[in-house]
């Protein structure tokens, strides 16, 4: 009854040890540099040519973040940043921030891409309480216990989005936004001037 009992308990170490020995360990995971995983490839993700100007092209992409609530920190000089931030549980706030940066292609830079870039911070809450003891002599030993409670939201991740149709909808918005912009002008300029 004894060896009955002692195999699935030996059993049970095994596996356990099994588990253990095929959960990455955290310096082998130290040792692959980040870099290492930087192909360098040809392919637009981050980036996509527009038929417009880099002012236009700027306008769309600021025009684009602004549609999905976006704040909007820096706009000019062929540079939009915004963020815009999420609570997806009680104690976990995550921001999103985009920067877009304009450059004019061709000749007489008619065209130009956009070079996009966004990045996910996570922040956690941390809760730190602080105690103190008040003694009052002229009485006797009597304390009051005094406390705070600081509550204060820490950075815990932060990684740039590398999702290929993440990308992909937000140039669709832009080049929504760009079209909507050149029809405007271009029924401005059919109006002529205002007599």
């Known amino acids: 009854m004894h060896r ?3 195999i699935p308990l030996v059993a049970l170490a095994g596996a356990l040890l099994a588990g253990c020995a095929m959960t990455p360990n955290s310096k082998d995971v130290a040792k692959k540099s980040v870099y290492q995983g930087e192909s360098f490839s040809a392919d637009e993700t981050f980036s996509r040519l527009f038929d417009a100007s880099v002012d236009n092209t700027c306008e769309a992409a600021r025009r684009a973040l602004l549609s999905q609530g976006y704040v909007i920190s ?19 706030h995550v ?25 996910q911070d996570k922040y956690a809450l941390k809760k730190s309480s602080t105690a103190a003891s008040l003694g009052v002599s002229a009485i006797g030993s009597i304390s009051v216990p005094l406390s705070s409670t600081d509550d204060s939201l820490v950075k815990v991740a932060s990684e740039t989005i590398t999702a290929h149709t993440f990308y992909d909808r937000f140039f669709v918005l832009m080049q929504r936004m760009l079209r909507d912009t050149n029809s405007s002008a271009a029924a401005t300029a059919a109006s002529g001037p205002e007599n």
């Open 4 to 6: 009955a009992f002692l």
């Open 74 to 92: 820096k706009s000019g000089g062929g540079v939009v940043q915004g963020t815009k931030s999420f609570q997806p549980a009680g104690d976990l």
């Open 95 to 119: 921001e999103l921030g985009f920067h877009v940066v304009c450059v004019g292609d061709g000749p007489d830079q008619q065209v130009a891409t956009a070079y996009v870039s966004a990045q």
